[in-house]
């Protein structure tokens, strides 16, 4: 059992406020998990403090079953058994590619060296590339030959700190793969941080969201998505439509008509907001009776889909519908607004007026 474990850690720069607060997160053994989070909120810094460069005020962290950091404990950053991916590779420009990824192998014999750089070279695809130098590789098979550098000395844990932020996003969705390729037939345990969502949502076995310096949120990908654990997490990952409502024998009560509730709301609950997802609705005619009405806003276009931006009358924000296909709409067009599937609804603790919903 190599998973990792972070229990209670609370850091902080010199005598600034806490960047980590009493911060809790398990990544099993073997797994990926994708740290998310806005900018600031201190991800670089929980990695900072895992890998072993900052010690936590508090707290403690634990590879596999032993401690590497706690009460009296610090163990420094090269006995952890952590191997790290930075943004941009890092590799030494002067040592070819077989050398670099052997770096890190330490007492272990010259052969056995050569013969686990070559093996990590071919999981990651670059079987043929060790005599090469650094310059000679592309951004994307440099971040390759880092991610063999980390996973040659076997280690407990891999930390990829937005490893592919200086790629183009078409060589980014290739890598990611092979990535989670390569670290699952290691059967290395990950820890990704990532500003991309979608990269978290399509790579990572667990997701973790961080806000204020603890996580708000662990879970698969889709249950994150599905079943984000309030509005704020929902409109982080992915995009979201928020609805006041009022909650009327299991269904929600909304601008955009009666939508059935995937789950029960705590007893008494009269009011809350729901939380739609834009691929759940769909724009219908002006005239079908069971569609709400709505003006189109804004079309913004993204090639394989569309998001519609709308407004209706009821509700300040913007409601969002995702359409695939030709777009036949325009801004200042009306149409109708139709409901699919079920909706989360998260309830308020202070009734809404009247006139919500
Ligand atoms: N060396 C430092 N000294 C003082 N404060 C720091 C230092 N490094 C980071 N901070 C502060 O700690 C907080 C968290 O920073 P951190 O880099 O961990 O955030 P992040 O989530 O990785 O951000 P981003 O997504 O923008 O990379 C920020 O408020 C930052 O200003």
């Not at 998973?3 to 980590?20: E, I, K, N, P």
């Not at 032993?66 to 952890?80: A, D, L, N, Q, Y």
């Not at 700190?161 to 699952?184: C, H, I, K, M």
């Not at 249950?223 to 929600?252: M, N, Q």
Request: charged share 20%.
């Amino acid at each position: 059992m190599t998973g990792l474990r972070v229990t209670a850690v609370t850091t902080s720069y010199g005598r600034g406020a806490r960047v980590l607060d009493r911060l809790d997160l398990t990544v099993p053994d073997g797994e990926l998990t994708a740290v998310l989070g806005p900018s600031g909120c201190g991800k670089t810094t929980l990695l900072r403090v895992i890998a072993g460069f900052l010690t936590p005020d508090t707290g403690e962290i634990s590879l596999g079953e032993r401690t590497v950091s706690g009460p009296g404990v610090h163990v420094p950053p090269e006995r952890r058994g952590v191997g790290i991916v930075a943004q941009e590779g890092a590799l030494f420009p002067h040592m070819d590619v077989a050398r670099n990824v052997a770096f890190g192998l330490r007492g272990v014999g010259r052969a056995e060296r050569r013969a686990r750089a070559a093996e990590m070279l071919e999981l990651v695809g670059l079987g043929s590339y060790g005599t090469r130098m650094p310059h000679e590789l592309s951004g994307g098979q440099q971040q390759r030959v880092a991610l063999a550098r980390a996973l040659a000395p076997r280690p407990a844990l891999v930390l990829l700190d937005e490893p592919f932020n200086a790629l183009d996003s078409a060589l980014r969705a290739g890598l990611r793969s092979d990535v989670r390729t390569a670290l699952r037939a290691a059967g290395t345990t990950a820890l990704l941080v990532t500003h991309d969502q979608e990269e978290a949502l399509s790579s990572a076995d667990r997701i973790a969201v961080i806000r204020d310096g603890g996580v708000v949120q662990t879970g698969t990908p889709q249950e994150v998505y599905a079943r984000p654990a309030d509005t704020w997490v929902a409109s982080f990952i992915g995009a979201a439509v928020l609805l006041p409502a009022r909650v009327k024998a299991s269904h929600a009560i909304t601008v955009l008509g009666r939508i059935p509730l995937t789950e029960p709301t705590p007893e008494g609950t009269r009011t809350g907001t729901v939380i739609l997802r834009p691929e759940q609705l769909r724009l219908v005619p002006a005239s079908e009776a069971s569609g709400t009405r709505a003006r189109v806003t804004e079309v913004r276009y993204h090639g394989h889909d569309a998001l519609i931006l709308l407004t209706t009358d009821g509700l300040s924000t913007p409601i969002t519908v995702r359409t695939t296909g030709p777009i036949t709409i325009h801004a200042g067009d009306e149409t109708g607004i139709a409901v699919a599937g079920t909706a989360i609804l998260h309830p308020h603790r202070n009734p809404l007026p009247d006139n919500a919903g």
